[in-house]
Each structure stands twice: as C-alpha cells, then as structure tokens.
C-alpha cells in the first residue's frame, strides 16, 4: 500500500490521534522556528559587536587557526584511538584535552597582553603544547606525509596566533617587541649593497673619493713624520696623486667650493685626530654661569644693533667695510693664523650670520661679521666685498641709497614700490 493511503487509513481509523500528533507537530514546528529566530538574533549579535570592530586580518586569523586547530584535534582523535585504546564516551570527552589547553593559554596570554602589555608565561605555553600535540599527532600517521601534515598543521595555528598578539601588541602599544639587529636591510648596508642616507650615487661616489684622498694625504704625513724611507714615501705620493687624480676626474673638484670645503673639511678633522686628547668639553650637568650685570647705557637686549663707530673713526663711503677703518691712527691687527678645517669652519659661521641678517633686511659691517663670527677683519671685509653683490644684499643697498642713507652696514631696509635691479640683472629682491 502506498504511504498516502497508509497515512488516509490511520486519519480514518485514528481520527483523535492523529489530531494530537497534528497539534504536537505545530507546537515542534514552533519551537523550532522561535529557536532559530533567536538564534539568527544572537548570531547578529555577536557579528555586530565582535566581528564586526575587528580587521579583517583579525578575522581571517581566527578562521585559519580554528581550521588547523581542527586538523591536529582529528589526529589526537585517531590517536587516543589507535594508540591509548580511548573508545565510545571515553574518547570523546578525552581527545582532545590539549587543544582545550591551547586554546586556554591563547585566552589568558591575550588578556596579559591587554592588562600587563606581554603575553607572560602563557604564551610560552600556547607553543610548548602546540608542539606536544603536532609531535603525537605525527606519531600515529602511515606515510612521511601525513606525520609532516599533522606535524605543521599545529604549528600553522600557533604561528598565526603569534601573528594575531603582535598586531594586538603593536595596537596597544604602538611599538613592536624587539628591534631585530640582523635584518636584510642591515646586511645590505653592511656590505655595501645599499645606502643608509638618501644620498644619490654620484654624491656617495664622489664622498669617497674624497675620503680616499683624506686618508692618502694623512698616511703620506704620518710616513713622513715617522722617518719612512724614501721608497715608502714614494709610495705614499703615488697613492695619494692616483686619489687627487681621480677625485679631480670624477668629482669636479677644481671647480667645486663645496667638494674643496669638504676636503679641507676631511683633511683638518684627520690631521689633528691627536687634538682631541687635550678637548676640554663642558660638563653637562654643571650650572650655568651667572652672567655679569649690564654696566650703566649698555644695551640690554641681546640683538641690538651696534654700537655707533666712534668719533675718532674715519668711515669712508659706502664701501666703508672693504676698505681698512684707521681708529687713532693705528692699523687693525693682523689676522690669527688657523688651520683650513677652523677656517672653513668660521666661514660656514659668517655665512650663516649673514643670512640671519640679510632675513632681517641688514647688511652688516665687516666688523659686525668678525666680532660675532670670530673671523678676522681682513677675511671679513672679503667676504663683504663678494656677498653683498648677491641680488637680496645689493637690492637693500641701493633701497636705503636712494633714500639718501650712506650704507653703514646696520641701516634698515626701505620699502618701495620701484623695480630695483640687481647686479647682474636678475630679478628684484623680495
């Protein structure tokens, strides 16, 4: 008979029966559907306020780790199985007793790393039972490949657990672990593959260059002071004309004041190495010295303008600076003798006060530059003799002469709305 009129028969010879599994089946069929609502209602739930905050990188790690979590518990079941004997009940309450220990320690090492920024003792545990397991696991497989599956199957989990707090670490704290010390960019740079500074491969090149004929230049000195024979003098003078004749070759340095500067730079720091064993530094920690008080009419401000020259002064026209000032009939004196690297440094000095001032729409005097740069007046008035036909420099001059002011070096700049122009005929100063 078929089932329709099996079912027909029974309605037919059962009829309250039927009726009460009828009313059964509604209120299951109920049940069923309140359930899955509420369900869907907690699974929303838990989207919206654990899944949905967290990166999607966060979320694909759970996944994955969950996966090969799955993995290594399928091998601790066959081999509670097939190894310990575990059946029925008993093995499926006791198979997987590691994986509910890993995933403990993975638990309590996030909240150490919330709490007290490390993952603790915990961590370290997540990995010790991560590799006991892989290691079981691979103990019951049939061929190489299944013992190398189930062996990188838990290290897989605990790898992209380890990925997981170091993002999480790096959120909280903003810094990583550790800084490594041997890294590819490291290496690289330590056998010369790549470049720590941004400097461009002609710049490297030509500071070498010059390096070399630094040290050329420093051996062929010391060989000398030290009495070296005249073969390894000759040596140290054709090593050191290959290195000028090279850096004059690919440096452009007998065109270059900068590429010069840096020599004489490279020179004057090698040359007095021996200098730095009677330095004298100031003591960090040690107070500041009290400075004497003003004396009655001086300036009290610190950037005031010079003193005016006194009476006894002779100041000549404009060009007062280039020309040698004669104060009671007596010459200025002569200019201290300094090495090139003192010197180049007290030029870097003067430039850099010129530019201070310039900004501040002054020309200095050459005695302005020498009494704040240290620089010697002869020096000083070249130097003013050079950069006061820059176009900033020179505009400011013929400013205040057309305004009848005699260029004392310390007058201020005089707007105006006329084109002035330059020296050399760019354009006017800003």
Not at 88 to 110: C, D, K, W, Y
Request: hydrophobic share 50%.
């Amino acid at each position: 008979m078929p089932p329709i009129d099996q079912i027909t028969a029974f309605t037919s010879d059962q009829p309250v029966l039927t009726a009460v599994i009828c009313v059964l089946a509604l209120a299951v069929l109920a049940l069923v559907c309140f359930a899955l609502r509420a369900a869907l209602r907690a699974a929303g739930r838990f989207l919206r306020d654990h899944v949905a905050p967290r990166p999607a990188e966060d979320i694909l790690t759970i996944v994955a780790a969950s996966i090969a979590t799955g993995v290594s518990a399928q091998g601790m079941w066959r081999f509670s199985g097939d190894v310990l004997g575990f059946d029925g009940p008993l093995r499926l309450l006791l198979f997987a007793f590691i994986e509910v220990a890993v995933v403990t320690s993975a638990v309590r090492a996030r909240r150490s790393m919330r709490e007290n920024f490390s993952a603790g003792i915990d961590g370290v545990a997540v990995w010790a039972l991560t590799g006991l397991t892989a290691v079981l696991s691979s103990m019951d497989a049939r061929s190489v490949a299944e013992a190398v599956f189930r062996l990188s199957a838990p290290l897989v989990a605990a790898w992209l657990w380890e990925r997981g707090m170091a993002i999480e670490r790096h959120r909280i704290t903003g810094r990583s672990r550790i800084n490594w010390r041997m890294t590819p960019e490291r290496m690289l740079v330590r056998i010369g593959l790549a470049e720590v500074s941004d400097r461009t491969a002609s710049e490297v090149d030509a500071h070498r260059r010059l390096t070399r004929v630094a040290l050329a230049a420093k051996r062929a000195r010391a060989l000398r002071a030290a009495g070296a024979s005249d073969r390894k003098m000759r040596a140290a003078l054709a090593r050191l004309d290959r290195a000028m004749d090279q850096a004059v070759e690919h440096t452009g340095l007998a065109a270059d004041p900068a590429r010069q500067e840096a020599l004489l730079s490279q020179i004057g720091a090698l040359f007095n190495t021996s200098a730095l064993i009677d330095l004298r530094p100031p003591v960090p920690w040690a107070p500041e010295p009290q400075e004497p008080p003003a004396a009655p009419g001086a300036p009290a401000a610190q950037g005031a303008l010079p003193a005016a020259a006194p009476a006894s002064a002779v100041l000549l026209d404009d060009d007062d600076d280039e020309d040698i000032e004669i104060v009671d009939g007596t010459a200025p004196d002569p200019a201290p003798v300094v090495d090139t690297a003192q010197r180049a440094a007290l030029i870097r000095a003067a430039r850099e006060y010129w530019d201070r001032q310039i900004d501040r729409k002054f020309v200095p005097r050459a005695a302005d530059i020498a009494h704040e740069t240290g620089i010697s007046q002869a020096v000083a008035r070249e130097l003013r003799a050079l950069w006061k036909l820059e176009p900033r420099a020179h505009a400011l001059i013929e400013a205040a002469r057309e305004h009848g002011i005699i260029d004392t070096g310390t007058f201020p700049a005089v707007e105006t709305s006329e084109r002035i122009l330059t020296v050399n005929g760019s354009s006017p100063s800003a």
